[in-house]
């Protein structure tokens, strides 16, 4: 049965933040937005999230859209539209003057669809971000709100000290009650007793409503406020004393998995972490309506599985290859005698022959995109810029194994 037929009763409205860019994806999202790029054989980013939603019940879906809008809208309506119905509903940033054009930040993009959430008239509102990959039940997080009493509860996890600094950090008392926060800080706060590590935010939100509503309409007419949620809601409502936290729990009581893949060296390691042990629950996306096949299978690389669902095809690897350490995306396909080692293929890219990628940095650097940690990000557009300045693949000395490792 879908989310649709079985809403429960005083569930929170969702609003789902996939308006972003992700600029430091770079050029894989260059036509598209973050949360539509794809992830894995069947899935694309946003998938989790919504999945996440479907498993907690939460059928009244706010998806506020921006950057790209197009692609991402068609993939929603297409896969996730017979999950959710007219629950789902897409708001793309839009109006009469050039600065209303855009949502203005998180916050703003909450506050611009005011009117329609209070329509559904909701207890609390709870806002996610559509691009972290993910398992969890939002269902105990809404009861702990409740059981709380704060106007806002946060979903945090725990990531090691030096990495921090990318995120929201939150330093909290022994009873959950958030003592303080500050997005992506230089010098990030320790967990007490633990100085090798902080607590982060996972950008999810729970709010009761008529609170978050006041708060959004003196932040909208704010003219130093940035209109976010980390910059500007947060610490005002934490300097109030108004946030709990609670961390983030697997839906089947296991290990907690959760990763920000906003980055290429982020999204290459969570993409390689799938293919041992499955860290987290894929998500199942829902068959494509029979009618709506011909149009998706025009799709490059698609095709259907044994359910009828249309899906991207996996990428065939020559016996005579090396691939290390390296993603293929959907539609990606590579020649005889490549050598990868620690690279992102993007969609639709046709490796040539012989071409060795991700051993030599300085060459790598000349035509690719590569990381200060080393992954190696090639797309179409730069192998044919490549072919034109410089015919003829790189090779390495000797001839590659006939090893397939990731």
Not at 93 to 104: D, I, L, T
Request: a neutral charge; charged letters at 25%.
């Amino acid at each position: 049965m879908s989310v649709a037929g079985r809403a429960m009763p005083n569930t929170p409205v969702a609003i789902l933040l996939a308006g972003g860019r992700g600029s430091r994806l770079h050029e894989l999202t260059d036509n598209l937005a973050k949360p539509a790029v794809a992830f894995g054989r069947r899935n694309r980013i946003v998938d989790f999230t919504l999945e996440n939603l479907r498993r907690s019940g939460l059928s009244e879906v706010l998806v506020a859209t921006q950057y790209c809008a197009d692609p991402l809208e068609d993939y929603l309506n297409r896969c996730w539209r017979p999950e959710f119905g007219t629950g789902l509903r897409l708001r793309r940033a839009s109006g009469h003057g050039m600065a209303e054009r855009c949502y203005a930040g998180t916050a703003d993009a909450v506050w611009k669809n005011a009117a329609e959430i209070d329509a559904l008239s909701p207890r609390e509102v709870i806002v996610l971000s559509g691009d972290h990959v993910y398992a969890m039940d939002y269902q105990p997080m809404i009861a702990a709100h409740r059981a709380a009493g704060a106007a806002v509860t946060l979903a945090a996890d725990v990531v090691p000290l030096s990495e921090a600094r990318a995120f929201g950090c939150i330093e909290a008392r022994a009873d959950g009650r958030v003592t303080g926060f500050v997005e992506k800080p230089a010098r990030p706060p320790a967990i007490d007793g633990e100085p090798d590590r902080a607590l982060v935010s996972m950008g999810i939100y729970v709010f009761d409503w008529r609170w978050l509503r006041e708060r959004l309409r003196r932040d909208a007419a704010d003219p130093v406020s940035t209109h976010d949620f980390g910059h500007d809601i947060l610490p005002a409502a934490v300097a109030e004393g108004e946030v709990q936290v609670v961390r983030g729990t697997a839906p089947d009581g296991g290990a907690f998995f959760w990763r920000d893949v906003g980055t290429l060296d982020a999204f290459r390691a969570t993409w390689l972490a799938f293919d041992g042990a499955v860290p987290c629950p894929l998500p199942s996306v829902p068959p494509v309506p029979a009618a709506r096949l011909v149009p998706a299978l025009r799709e490059a690389s698609a095709a259907l599985d044994d359910a009828g669902a249309v899906v991207p095809l996996a990428p065939a690897l020559q016996d005579r290859t090396e691939v290390v350490d390296s993603v293929l995306m959907p539609g990606a396909r590579v020649g005889e005698d490549c050598r990868l080692r620690g690279v992102i293929l993007a969609p639709g890219t046709r490796l040539p022959d012989g071409l060795a990628v991700g051993h030599d940095p300085q060459e790598d650097a000349l035509w690719f995109r590569v990381t200060p940690d080393g992954t190696v990000l090639v797309t179409p557009q730069m192998l044919a810029r490549r072919a034109l300045l410089q015919p003829g693949p790189v090779l390495l000395p000797g001839r590659p194994t006939l090893a397939r490792s990731r």
